[in-house]
């Protein structure tokens, strides 16, 4: 089975600092994605970043960049320059492969951002 | 732009009433999603279609039913909307190249049970 752990419910960054947002996962599968999405209060999921499994180099997307220790088995989320439309609902989620052409995406419980001005 | 459309954006429906929330993308993506999301907590995938396969979670109730009667469509319908059916449904889509499989999502359509 697979599992997704975000262990921070709520995080606090001062505007323009750096923030980490924590992932674990646990897969018996050679082969998966990782992806973070954020959530607005609007409830729209945007994709921000993906790491696959077999992937050398660790994912950077503007100022959204995935810190990927495969043997610890983490995919912390590291947003620079916090902004203030930052804050919203962050999601870790791990992507495996279900059969012919589909994948299962399985959600961490998300952690919820606040950018402090 | 290329984009995953879902309608009507809020839902206000009647305990027992039946219900239809629409889905559209124009990424012409093979694979396409319902989540049921309640609040303050994660997704949780209801089935998805690849093509016109269709793929029902093993607890998905029997009161969820969907359709897609082409690559640009789906629907998701619920026969008899209860309470607990009050939610954010999200419809997202992908396509499945060299392993790369990202789910591109909808606004979401947050449905009121009365």
């Known amino acids: 089975a697979q599992k997704i752990t975000q262990t921070q419910p709520g995080m606090f960054v001062q505007e323009k600092e750096a923030v980490t947002l924590d992932c674990t996962y646990d897969t018996s599968d050679p082969s998966y994605g990782l992806f973070w999405y954020k959530q607005p209060s609007s409830g729209e999921m945007i994709f921000l970043i993906y790491q696959g499994s077999y992937d050398q180099q660790n994912a950077t997307e503007g100022r959204y960049s995935l810190n990927f220790q495969k043997a610890r088995k983490s995919a912390n989320l590291v947003i620079s320059a916090s902004q203030l439309g930052d804050s919203a609902m962050y999601f870790c989620?791990?992507?495996?492969?279900?059969?012919?052409?589909?994948?299962?995406?399985?959600f961490g419980k998300g952690t919820k951002l606040s950018v402090i001005p | 732009d290329a984009m995953v459309i879902q309608n009507p954006r809020y839902q206000v429906t009647q305990f027992g009433k039946p219900v239809t929330l629409s889905c559209s993308q124009t990424?012409?993506?093979?694979?396409m999603y319902w989540y049921q999301q309640k609040s303050s907590q994660a997704p949780k995938l209801l089935f998805h279609?690849?093509?016109?396969?269709?793929?029902n979670e093993a607890d998905t109730p029997d009161n969820f039913q969907s359709r897609r009667p082409n690559t640009s469509f789906c629907f998701l319908d619920i026969r008899s909307p209860g309470l607990g059916d009050a939610a954010m449904y999200l419809c997202?889509?992908?396509?499945?190249?060299?392993?790369?499989?990202?789910?591109?999502f909808g606004p979401g359509t947050r449905l009121t049970v009365l």
């Open positions: 990424l012409n993506h093979n694979v």
């Open positions: 279609y690849y093509d016109k396969d269709f793929n």
């Open positions: 997202a889509t992908s396509r499945v190249e060299g392993g790369l499989n990202t789910q591109y």
């Open positions: 989620a791990m992507s495996n492969r279900r059969g012919a052409g589909s994948y299962q995406l399985t």
